[in-house]
């Protein structure tokens, strides 16, 4: 454990090394500073206290279901929202669903301790990968009844390597542990575990919500006017490489293309290698005349899961780097799904690919080889997005199965 507590150690004395330079560092140092005291400023002794967790902006979409219904079928609760990074809370801060929202403290006993003080949680509740070893610990000795959502446990896990002991045991905090699938089922059934569930994923039901609430957008509409429209999601540049490519040999198509980081040299690249000419969304106004105009680049954040409502097809970023973003939001739409070949992390993807709905492509000739099919044949087109739709409406409920488990 000792080894676990010093690597914490370092991991913050880098953050803090780098943070003069470099703002995400910044604000995961100044979210923490006194963060017990503005805690015990606002909860109060006598708050029934449900402490939700996530790591950031994309396990914080499979906890919302879960707050959401919390909200509706159990206000006695008070809800309390920690982030990790500050990609996630930095966004989501001012979320209306939850009543306090802070970064959680780096997990060290005696942090562990504090932080549990001040939240003083009737549940606790994880999302998908957050396992830290003291909280967990400690929330096992105040015997607080606590939960982790959505998991999903791969044999090349630590918990199943022969030094994964201490995470192993971090596993016994919880009473019920939900997971997305059968095999994590397994997994954890090998190492002596009874107490797992398998619930689903989450952010299915959350999805399904978005498709539900879709917002109305009109420069997207007036953009796209007559044409048929491509939408494409959480870009990197070498999905845009590809993009521009597919762009220029379909000028009768519109693009939306939404950047994962508002990089100017990379919104500039946009610009100037388009040939049908591009507009930035966040200089649009009622009065701006599209034309033939071919790409709106999404420069802005918080509108691209109702943009995918306006599409044909969809393009999911990521697949060239660490791994592809959310491709549930396009598919809940009924869009034909591309991304690049680092998916198989990602079980959605996966399903996606194996009914045909989604396709993974390595380079531009197998991008244009997924997307001609699917602009020029119609019934095959049909067909596609039938897949795409019915998949996610059939892997609705996990948020019911958890509420209702925890909360009866």
């Known amino acids: 454990m000792w080894i676990y507590n010093f690597g914490l150690t370092l991991y913050v004395w880098a953050i803090r090394l780098v943070a003069p330079r470099h703002a995400k560092a910044r604000l995961w140092i100044e979210g923490r500073r006194n963060l017990f005291k503005r805690m015990a400023e606002v909860i109060a002794p006598s708050d029934r ?20 219904q919390l909200r509706k079928t159990h206000p ?33 006993p005696r942090n562990a301790r504090r932080f549990l003080d001040a939240a003083h949680p009737e549940v606790a509740i994880f999302v998908k990968y957050e396992f830290w070893l003291n909280l967990l610990k400690e929330l096992r000795r105040r015997k607080v009844r606590t939960y982790v959502v959505s998991a999903i446990f791969r044999p090349g896990s630590i918990f199943f390597r022969p030094y994964g002991g201490m995470w192993r045991q971090a596993l016994e905090a919880f009473d019920v542990m939900f997971v997305q699938n059968e095999e994590s089922k397994r997994l954890l ?14 952010r299915f039901d959350r999805v399904a919500e978005i498709a539900r609430s879709a917002r109305h957008i009109d420069v997207v509409e007036r953009f796209r006017g007559d044409c048929r429209l491509f939408v494409a999601g959480s870009t990197w540049g070498p999905d845009e490489e590809l993009l521009i490519r597919l762009m220029n040999e ?29 507009l930035r969304f ?20 918080g509108l691209l899961s109702s943009v995918y409502s ?29 991304f690049g070949p680092n998916y198989h992390k990602f079980k959605e993807a996966r399903d996606l690919v194996t009914l045909g709905a989604a396709r993974p492509v ?38 019911g199965i958890v509420v209702r488990t925890i909360f009866g």
Not at 49 to 68: D, K, M, N, Y
Not at 88 to 101: F, L, T, W
Not at 285 to 301: C, E, K, M, N, P
Not at 366 to 395: C, G, M, S, V
């Open 76 to 108: 006695e609760y008070k809800i309390l929202l920690t982030f990790f990074s500050p990609s996630g809370y930095e966004i989501r801060k001012d979320y209306k669903g939850a009543d306090y929202i802070f970064y959680l403290p780096i997990d060290t």
């Open 49 to 68: 206290i449900v402490w939700v967790h996530v790591a950031s902006l994309g396990e914080f979409e499979q906890g919302r279901p879960i707050i959401e």
């Open 250 to 278: 379909n000028p009768e198509i519109k693009f939306v293309v939404a950047p994962h980081e508002m990089d100017e040299a990379r919104i500039g690249r946009l610009i100037d290698e388009t040939r049908g000419g591009a």
């Open 189 to 202: 059934a090998e190492l002596g575990f009874d107490n797992v569930l398998v619930a689903g994923d989450t």
């Open 310 to 338: 306006y599409a044909t097809w969809s393009y999911i970023g990521g697949g060239f780097g660490v791994g592809i973003h959310n491709t549930l939001e396009a598919a809940t739409f009924g869009l034909p799904v591309a």
């Open 282 to 301: 966040s200089q649009c106004t009622s009065r701006t005349a599209y034309g033939s105009r071919q790409l709106l680049i999404l420069d802005t954040v």
């Open 362 to 399: 390595a380079d531009y000739d197998q991008l244009r080889a997924w997307f001609i099919p699917l602009r020029d044949n119609e019934e095959f087109l049909i067909k596609t997005r039938r897949i795409a739709k019915d998949y996610t409406t059939r892997h609705q409920g996990a948020t």
